[in-house]
């Protein structure tokens, strides 16, 4: 998955298509720059291989709180634009609990959405907003389009600051629904509240 929206503020006497094209046209420039970045990087032989280059990810502990249950999942962080943009890209498995979280400094709007550009797994997302709490859940189905702007978006209708996505089904199976809450928790911050460097859910 790929997050297709800048999420930029709108201004209101703009027509809301124009701002939807801009931020598009946005995320199309962030993935090219990735596929201009791995031609660059390809050998002899390799020319025209669109192979998409590598992106680091750190990583953390989400807890989500629905009802009287706590369930925890480790994920993969997406918080930089060149993060955001990669996503799960080329991943063909995810494991049953785990995920990748992405996190936006500025609130994202209703239609600020995700694509499944060169996306191989089907996928669940959560949209959350500042406090945590879900908005939104979507289920996403891989795009086989070479063009990414043939991509369906999957936007949640509601502002939001962070999005989390898991295998298809995962919110489902574990009755994560819309007003359950999702608190991100970063391995730095687990061990330096536990002194043996454990932390119980």
Known sequence: ????????????ERDPRDNADRRMMMAVGSLALLLA????????GE????????????????????????????????ETAEQRAHGLMERT????????????DERQGPDDGFWMFRTRIPLDIA????????????????CESPNPQLC????PGESYTGAIEMNRGWFGEHAVVVGDRIRVERRADRAARSP??????
């Open 93 to 104: 498995t995810l494991a049953p609990d785990a995920g990748m979280v992405f996190l936006f």
């Open 152 to 155: 369906r978006s999957y936007a």
């Open 1 to 12: 998955m790929t997050a297709a929206a800048a999420g930029s503020n709108r201004a209101p």
């Open 37 to 44: 970045v791995a031609a660059s990087c390809e050998g002899p």
């Open 47 to 78: 020319a025209g291989s669109s192979a998409v280059p590598p992106v680091a990810f750190d990583s953390a502990f989400v807890r989500i709180e629905s009802g009287s249950d706590v369930i925890g999942v480790d994920v993969e962080v997406a």
């Open 127 to 142: 949209f959350f907003d500042e406090a945590g709490v879900i908005v939104a859940v979507r289920t996403m189905e891989p």
């Open 196 to 201: 043996s460097g454990h932390d119980s859910m």
